[in-house]
């Protein structure tokens, strides 16, 4: 079955980085586009990025444009999630995802806290 699972968050101060990672199985993984997103106490969970299968296309929501950076190796079934100059509105439960058709597949999430 499909498995998803996020490491990587933690407690940072604003301007500083983290990278997540999410170990996917299950699924033939270099088939599929993946997606990060996130979801802040309170709010809606949102798109953060995604990367095409072969990773010749990604995008990403215009709050973190030229501060996130999502990359892929499918040698080792990863996903990655590079994030710089981080602010307090960052903070949020970061999630991995899948689509495979009308489904979608959900990490168990990894929090990062920004602040001071």
């Known amino acids: 079955q499909v498995q998803l699972v996020e490491s990587g968050g933690g407690l940072v101060q604003p301007g500083g980085s983290l990278r997540l990672s999410c170990a996917a199985s299950?699924?033939?993984?270099?088939?599929?586009?993946m997606n990060w997103y996130r979801q802040a106490p309170g709010k809606e969970r949102e798109v953060v990025a995604l990367?095409?299968?072969?990773?010749?296309?990604?995008n990403y929501a215009d709050s973190v444009k030229g501060r996130f950076t999502i990359s892929r190796d499918n040698a080792v079934n990863m996903v990655y999630l590079q994030m710089n100059s981080l602010k307090p509105e960052d903070t949020a439960v970061y999630y991995c995802?899948?689509?495979?058709?009308?489904?979608?597949?959900w990490g168990q999430g990894t929090q990062v806290t920004v602040s001071s």
């Open positions: 995802n899948l689509k495979l058709g009308y489904q979608d597949y």
């Open positions: 299950g699924f033939t993984f270099s088939y599929n586009t």
């Open positions: 990367i095409t299968r072969d990773g010749g296309w990604t």
